[in-house]
């Protein structure tokens, strides 16, 4: 293979780890997927369960403005609805924590959170985001799925026919776990975002899902 195919062809991979430390990683240019393996504290495990087993619709959006890395992230009003479950507290300060972490990692002044109760596929198919950085993390239900590189032609992106069907193909994270997603905006990272999608739930079926977003 010539140099040229070597530059075209970046090699990105992923890297998994039981500590927060890990989510450091993700600035390197051979990556393009940091996974933090933890267990969800039971009190916030027990709370995402019990609001989606309400059966109630969720799907709030902030743009949260963070100039000053010691201040704490408002989330005043943040899924307010279910304020009297046990474990709010503890799921708020689990996502304000993930914010404050997020944006000192990437020196963000400005992030755009997510928080949807899902019962759907949100994104089907396999695709890459365009994004320098993406943070997901399902509290309870099936997480993401993603690919290993090599595994789909990154041209057949958003084509069923082409999407792998063999299981043992398919990565998938856990509840709980942190995944950091490099995009297509990533500096460099151009044409090795990672590829993932949502994944397919059973009728009556939900999953409570967090994401963060680097805005500026």
């Not at 027990?46 to 010691?70: C, I, Q, R, T």
Request: charged share 20%; with cysteine; glycine share 8%.
């Amino acid at each position: 293979m010539s140099q040229l195919a070597r530059t075209a062809l970046p090699l990105v991979g992923h890297i998994c780890g039981q500590a927060p430390q890990v989510m450091a990683r993700i600035v390197g240019d051979d990556v393009n997927l940091v996974i933090w393996q933890r267990q969800l504290p039971v009190h916030i495990s027990h709370f995402a369960a019990l609001l989606l087993s309400l059966g109630e619709p969720l799907a709030e959006s902030l743009v949260l403005e963070l100039a000053d890395e010691a201040a704490q992230p408002n989330l005043n009003g943040l899924a307010s609805r279910f304020n009297d479950l046990d474990g709010y507290e503890g799921f708020i300060a689990d996502i304000s924590w993930l914010v404050s972490a997020y944006a000192c990692l990437l020196g963000a002044k400005r992030v755009g959170l997510r928080l949807r109760a899902l019962e759907k596929a949100m994104c089907p198919r396999f695709h890459v985001d365009h994004v320098p950085v993406r943070l997901i993390t399902t509290y309870a239900g099936q997480g993401s799925q993603w690919l290993k590189e090599g595994v789909m032609e990154r041209r057949q992106l958003g084509q069923e026919h082409a999407e792998p069907t063999n299981p043992s193909y398919i990565d998938q994270i856990k509840a709980g776990e942190v995944a950091l997603l490099k995009g297509e905006k990533w500096q460099g990272n151009e044409g090795a975002g990672l590829i993932h999608r949502s994944p397919a739930l059973a009728e009556g079926e939900r999953r409570l899902i967090l994401t963060l977003d680097w805005l500026a």
